[in-house]
């Protein structure tokens, strides 16, 4: 439900930013702080993953240990790589996305957070009214 309301903040700010108006910035934020809430929330923080400053402390605090020969945990070290080159990558194909499609390139976080949440709460669905003994749309009795 909350990807597909992420999806409904973007085209609004889609909207509103085609029509020449800068309001669509406090949008794109919640939407921002929405995903941002969903990540932690999901993943139970083990790992903040949602912000590059938590991700580069974290890193500079297991290279510290590392170079203290105090224990480093690896999977951590190469998690918060990952995530940050992610992020680079991400940024990058971000801005040549912006360059190419300019206004439009939202319509693709709006297409994938829209789809994504559609698909997972019809999956919910369908899983819970299986396991609850009911007979699904898609089967027959």
């Known amino acids: 439900m909350l990807l597909v309301l992420e999806s409904a903040l973007l085209t609004v700010a889609w909207i509103i930013l085609a029509s020449g108006s800068r309001y669509y910035l406090p949008l794109i934020g919640l939407a921002a702080g929405l995903q941002n809430a969903l990540a932690t929330q999901y993943s139970r923080a083990t790992v903040r993953t949602t912000h590059m400053t938590g991700i580069l402390t974290d890193l500079g605090i297991a290279l510290g240990k590392w170079a203290a020969r105090r224990g480093v945990t690896r999977w951590r070290v190469v998690l918060y ?3 940050l080159g992610g992020f680079i990558r991400g940024g990058a194909t971000g801005a040549a996305m912006s360059l190419t499609l300019r206004d439009n390139a939202l319509l693709i976080p709006i297409a994938v957070t829209g789809l994504g949440g559609a698909a997972y709460w019809t999956w919910q669905y369908r899983r819970i009214r299986g396991a ?5 749309p898609f089967m027959h009795r």
């Open 81 to 83: 790589l990952s995530i």
């Open 132 to 136: 609850a003994g009911q007979v699904l």
